[in-house]
């Protein structure tokens, strides 16, 4: 069974930092464009960041440029994700995805979906 499962969510004050890991198993995602995507109460889920299976390209969201960065250890299977100077509008439920290109990523084309992990981010 292919999974991909988060972890490191959690209650964080504004300006604070989580670091989300996304493990996966049942198969090599190291052919797969990794990404993050997060939904807020009452809002459609959106982009947050992507990363090429080979690491070397990166994407983020206008919102979290410059205080998000996406990694990953094809070695362990695994994508994080590094959260910093966190604001109460980061909050939201955090999932990781794999699709086979970076395009796929951007156009919500997803092979795989993680369950998610809650990210609360209070002022």
Request: hydrophobic fraction near 35%.
């Amino acid at each position: 069974q292919v999974q991909l499962v988060e972890s490191g969510g959690g209650s964080v004050q504004a300006g604070g930092s989580l670091r989300l890991s996304c493990a996966g198993s049942g198969r090599t995602f190291s052919g797969y464009a990794m990404g993050w995507f997060r939904q807020a109460p009452g809002k459609e889920r959106e982009f947050v960041a992507a990363i090429y299976w080979a690491g070397g390209s990166t994407y983020y969201a206008d919102s979290v440029k410059g205080r998000f960065t996406i990694s990953r250890d094809n070695a362990k299977n695994t994508v994080y994700l590094q959260m910093n100077s966190l604001k109460p509008e980061d909050t939201a439920v955090y999932s990781c995805a794999a699709a086979p290109s970076l395009r796929g990523i951007r156009a919500h084309a997803i092979d795989y979906w993680g369950q998610g992990t809650q990210v609360t981010v209070s002022s």
